[in-house]
């Protein structure tokens, strides 16, 4: 069966920190790349993060020094620490599996960042 599932959301004040984990399909992670991506109320969503099946990572501007994406490949898990934190970050957090012809979603986690 083919899955992403998401989890590790919640509500944090404004400067804490969260840890987001994505388990994936064996399927679907090895020799993919894996993102992470962002849709607050309103808001079209928006790419946050991604590293490719290498290791390479790149963030959006917003998260640069805050987030970081890593991955388990023992595990099939992706992971997204975010430091920091900030009421804007708030959002429904979605994990991406890709390839130039495959492209996988997960159901999202929300994250809540408020006092």
């Known amino acids: 069966q083919v899955q992403l599932v998401e989890s590790g959301g919640g509500l944090v004040q404004p400067g804490g920190s969260l840890r987001l984990s994505c388990a994936a399909s064996?399927?679907?992670?090895?020799?993919?790349?894996m993102a992470w991506y962002r849709q607050a109320p309103g808001k079209q969503r928006e790419w946050v993060a991604i590293?490719?099946?290498?290791?390479?990572?790149n963030y959006a501007n917003s998260v640069k020094g805050r987030f970081t994406i890593a991955r388990d490949n023992a595990k099939n898990t992706v992971f997204l620490q975010m430091n920091s934190l900030k009421p804007e970050d708030t959002a429904v957090y979605y994990c991406n599996s890709f390839t130039a012809k495959n492209d996988y979603w997960g159901q999202g986690t929300q994250v809540t960042v408020s006092s």
């Open positions: 064996e399927m679907i992670f090895n020799g993919y790349a």
């Open positions: 590293i490719t099946n290498g290791g390479f990572t």
